[in-house]
């Protein structure tokens, strides 16, 4: 059972990128799903989290208006769509499946976590 993400890159202040995490060997379609990040020298922090079906999304306040988080369900995949990318937006990005059928900011309720992508934005 792995979460691997990808997308990650080097992209200059008010870009856009994209962050895809794709499911292998057990389908999280009931699970919620969520990103986190750990910038340099800080803890893992919270950044956006989705429920089994969509119908619960939640932003940290960081990046509320320029973040989205979607899945798609048949594909097992979790995006996190980045734009006006900010330097403080710098981080490694981890994808997180849920115990259960939604999201929370609480990491202790995620069981499953991808290996990270890291995002660099420059000045």
């Known amino acids: 059972v792995q979460l691997q993400a990808s997308g990650g890159g080097l992209v200059q202040a008010g870009s856009s990128l994209t962050l895809s995490c794709a499911a292998s060997?057990?389908?999280?379609?009931?699970?919620?799903m969520a990103w986190f990040r750990r910038a340099p020298g800080q803890e893992r922090e919270f950044v956006a989290g989705?429920?089994?079906?969509?119908?619960?999304?939640f932003y940290t306040e960081a990046v509320k208006g320029r973040f989205t988080i979607s899945r798609d369900r048949i594909k097992n995949t979790v995006s996190l769509q980045m734009n006006s990318l900010k330097v403080e937006d710098t981080a490694l990005y981890y994808c997180a499946a849920a115990r259960g059928a939604v999201a929370s900011t609480d990491q202790s309720y995620f069981r499953t976590w991808g290996q990270g992508t890291l995002v660099t934005v420059s000045s």
């Open positions: 989705i429920s089994w079906n969509g119908g619960s999304i």
């Open positions: 060997g057990r389908a999280f379609s009931n699970n919620g």
